[in-house]
């Protein structure tokens, strides 16, 4: 079958896969190459004949042969496609088989003016015409045999009929009873055929409903998917709006001289907030992964420092379970061991690991081991945990699946921690293996490529703090409660601040008195957004420093802002963060 029939089977419904819409595809596709070495055959029974049979029957003959091709050609080629019912078009696609048959045996005729080798030859024509019927009709009973009943039965009359020499006659004879054998030979593949052919159709129907099943699973599957990212979002922008609020008015009120003990409240109150903004910090992390904003910055780095960095800073968390955490690298000393790929990246996956490793380990060891070869070196972080079971393996990279975890423990995360990990391997190139026993340990190993070390560069030293500097902000937003605890946090820093909550009314106060730095809400009110306030602002101002801050951690919303070559800021933002970047801004400002 060719692959244009086959996609039209495909596509149609069960009750039109059908084995007779399959024959009329078969006829329509055969029918155009059938007529080519019919035709050619009737040509040499022409030439055999020639010389004794009378001229006009056999120009008759083969005219006829050659016209009921291009008759079937022109018919058989458009009955799949004709809007007639299906019976009508089957008994056309008999009809058509028959008189092609009827001509066919019409050549028998012929058999007193051939000679006995000439007559030889026709059989073997026409039995071969009637073996091919069985694969371009597939066995279709009607089809097949008002075609092949036809041709052999006169073809064995005509062995059994013609007067023949006496020592030839058992020949004859012989000829007729075999010829009768094997037309029973060719009815019996037919049927075969057919059978296969209806078998097939009924593997294609069943193929067909478990496709339409699977499709009607998928759409309901990505639906729901559509539904929770739309939950998601729209409940972590709800979310975002109060919590990036009370984060503005604590920081503004630590600010304040507070009395021990209302500052003691003050810090808890801060905490409490610091984690809520880090497990929305995870979330926006999955966005900006499945968005493909996250760019990678690859650069030659010690791998031993940078994994004694790290074992520094989680032994007081390790000592405090009662855990060991040892640093294994063998022989190999800072300055040895080099690897090519993103530090940032690279330590935001190694931090998941050793912090998993700390929650999932209950007594004893994680190790943290760095395995130098020739061209390449394996960071593994191992412990003596809980395991994973064998039947939890395929699930530990969902989002928000957690082993052990039904009550939803807060303090053990949102369980977004390997999904981001095997995101940033992937993102990084980091080939990354895992092995686990349950009740054992787990071991996962990141493969890096080893690098020679770089040359260095000698650089000025640089004051890594930073000084708010006095400035005119003008902050948009449509929250009222947001403009005003963005007003009393930046006045607490020395800041001018001038509030406004449409992109009208920001122009016309610009307009009036020009501000230094914009904070502007991406989505406002309406058809306004932050993006287009900005671009409208920079008309009057254009290189004014601009910067994005959102409640939203859409796809679509994060690729929009990094398209704009805008730096977007996520509610709740810190007060550190929030400040250094509008310290960034007016000092890339400066340097322009």
């Known amino acids: 079958m060719n692959p244009s029939t086959s996609a039209v089977l495909e596509s149609e419904a069960p009750r039109q896969l059908s084995v007779e819409r399959q024959i009329l595809a078969l006829l329509a596709r055969q029918v155009t190459q059938v007529p080519w070495p019919v035709g050619a055959a009737a040509l040499v029974v ?175 599957a990505e639906e729901a998917n559509a539904a929770k990212t739309r939950f998601l979002a729209s409940a972590s922008h709800d979310l975002r709006q109060p919590l990036h609020t009370l984060t503005l008015f604590c920081a503004a009120l630590m600010t304040h001289r507070l009395e021990s003990a209302t500052r003691g409240i003050v810090s808890h109150m801060d905490s409490a907030l610091q984690v809520l903004r880090t497990q929305l910090t995870a979330l926006l992390d999955i966005s900006k992964l499945d968005a493909g904003i996250v760019t990678v910055s690859r650069k030659a780095f010690d791998v031993v420092d940078f994994t004694r960095r790290l074992h520094e800073e989680f032994s007081t968390e390790a000592r405090q379970k009662n855990l060991q955490l040892v640093l294994e690298t063998g022989s190999q000393q800072i300055g040895d061991v080099f690897v090519d790929t993103d530090p940032l990246h690279l330590e935001r996956i190694v931090r998941n690991l050793i912090d998993n490793a700390i929650k999932y380990c209950d007594a004893g060891t994680i190790w943290i081991r760095v395995q130098a070869h020739a061209d390449e070196v394996q960071l593994s972080v191992k ?24 009550e939803r423990d807060r303090s053990r995360g949102l369980g977004l921690g390997l999904a981001i990990v095997k995101r940033l391997t992937q993102l990084i190139d980091t080939p990354m293996s895992l092995e686990s026993e349950f009740g054992v340990g787990t071991t996962v190993t990141l493969t890096l490529r080893r690098t020679s070390a770089p040359i260095e560069v000698p650089m000025l030293e640089e004051d890594s703090g930073f000084a708010m500097p006095m400035c005119h902000m003008l902050v948009l937003d449509d929250e009222i409660a947001i403009l005003q605890a963005m007003q009393t946090l930046l006045e607490s820093q020395g800041c001018r601040v001038t509030l406004a909550s449409t992109t009208d009314e920001a122009v016309q106060k610009a307009a009036i008195d020009p501000p230094d730095v914009v904070l502007a809400d991406f989505r406002l009110r309406g058809q306004e957004s932050g993006i287009k306030a900005i671009r409208k ?17 859409a796809e679509d919303r994060l690729k929009e802002a990094h398209e704009a070559g805008l730096r977007l800021l996520h509610k709740p933002v810190s007060v550190d963060v929030l400040l250094e970047a509008i310290a960034q801004s007016l000092d890339q400002e400066t340097l322009r």
């Not at 299906?86 to 001509?103: D, E, K, W, Y």
């Not at 030889?120 to 091919?132: K, N």
């Not at 602002?537 to 951690?553: C, E, K, M, V, Y």
Request: overall charge positive.
């Open 537 to 553: 602002l920079r008309q009057q101002f254009p290189d004014l420093p601009a910067l994005l801050i959102s409640g939203d951690t």
């Open 46 to 220: 022409c030439v055999m004949a020639w010389q004794r049979a009378p001229h006009a029957a056999l120009l008759s003959w083969a005219g006829s042969i050659w016209l009921i091709q291009a008759i079937r050609w022109q018919v058989l080629s458009r009955l799949p496609t004709s809007n007639l019912p299906l019976p009508q078009r089957m008994n056309v696609a008999v009809v058509l088989s028959a008189l092609n048959g009827l001509c066919h045996a019409c050549s028998v005729a012929f058999f007193p003016y051939l000679m006995e080798g000439q007559r030889a030859v026709l059989s073997l024509v026409l039995a071969g015409i009637t073996t091919g019927a069985v694969g371009t009709t597939s066995g279709h009973t009607r089809i097949f045999h008002v075609f092949a009943l036809p041709v052999m039965l006169s073809l064995s009359a005509g062995w059994a009929l013609t007067p023949l020499p006496e020592q030839s006659r058992f020949i004859g004879l012989s000829m007729a009873v075999f010829l009768l054998a094997y037309q029973g030979i060719l009815t019996s593949l037919a049927k075969g055929t057919y059978r296969s052919l209806q078998r097939s159709i009924t593997m294609q129907i069943k193929q067909w409903r478990l496709n339409e099943e699977l499709r009607a699973a998928l759409a309901q």
């Open 383 to 406: 412990d003596t945990g809980r395991g994973i079971p064998a039947h939890e393996m395929d699930k530990i990279y969902e989002e928000f699946y957690q082993i052990d975890n039904p």
